[in-house]
Antibody, heavy 120, light 107 residues
Framework: EVQLLESGGGLVQPGGSLRLYCAGS????????MSWVRQTPGKGLEWVSV????????YYADSVKGRFTISRDNSKNTVYLQMNSLRAEDTAVYYC?????????????WGQGTLVTVSS | DIQMTQSPSTLSASVGDRVTITCRAN??????LAWFQQKPGEAPKLLIY???SLESGVPSRFSGSGSGTEFTLTISSLQPDDFATYYC?????????FGQGTKLEIK
């Protein structure tokens, strides 16, 4: 059974940094791209970033480009989202999702989400 | 970026009704479209992928159709558990994009 467990969320001041973690199990971790998707309170879903199975290819939403960095450690079955220069509009539940392919594909499996609140 | 537009934003219906939600892309995405169901406090749940393929374990009252730029999600006979918010998502190219959601409410 695929399991994705996010952690690292919390309250941070505007301009601050936070690192999110997503630990995967139940599948061959390095064979699949991994993504982050966020949902602002009471609003819809927004795709944030993706990293390929090897970590060699990454993509970002324009809204986070230059501020967020996605990475992975396949020896630890973990994907990270380093979030810098945080803004109030980054406040959201951040979900980790497993792609169905090495670099692309759809999202069959999701974590439970971790809440990030950017506020002074 | 590919823009996805869902309609309606809110849909009121009764148990047993047949309902259809529409999702339009502003450029062709072939059949690279997924549908998700989300309930409050939960992660999205995959219902349909590749526009019309039913995810394992999803009831057969859910069906998807379409290709290119216009897609539909149909629930043939609403059940109490189906009242939730539904999202379409294109995975033709990055950045992946979602529709704004359709909230299905009890009439």
């Amino acid at each position: 059974e695929v399991q994705l467990l996010e952690s690292g969320g919390g309250l941070v001041q505007p301009g601050g940094s936070l690192r999110l973690y997503c630990a995967g199990s139940g599948f061959t971790f390095n064979s699949y791209a991994m993504s982050w998707v966020r949902q602002t309170p009471g609003k819809g879903l927004e795709w944030v970033s993706v990293i390929s199975g090897s970590g060699g290819t990454t993509y970002y939403a324009d809204s986070v480009k230059g501020r967020f960095t996605i990475s992975r450690d396949n020896s630890k079955n973990t994907v990270y989202l380093q979030m810098n220069s945080l803004r109030a509009e980054d406040t959201a539940v951040y979900y980790c999702a497993k792609n169905t392919e090495y670099t692309s594909g759809f999202y069959m499996d999701w974590g439970q989400g971790t809440l990030v609140t950017v506020s002074s | 970026d590919i823009q996805m537009t869902q309609s309606p934003s809110t849909l009121s219906a009764s148990v047993g009704d047949r309902v259809t939600i529409t999702c339009r892309a502003n450029q062709s995405i072939s059949s690279w479209l997924a549908w998700f169901q989300q309930k409050p406090g939960e992660a999205p749940k995959l219902l349909i992928y590749k526009a019309s393929s039913l995810e394992s374990g999803v009831p057969s009252r859910f069906s998807g159709s379409g290709s290119g730029t216009e897609f539909t999600l149909t629930i043939s006979s609403l059940q109490p558990d189906d009242f939730a918010t539904y999202y379409c998502q294109q995975y033709n190219s990055y950045p992946y994009t979602f529709g704004q959601g359709t909230k299905l409410e009890i009439k």
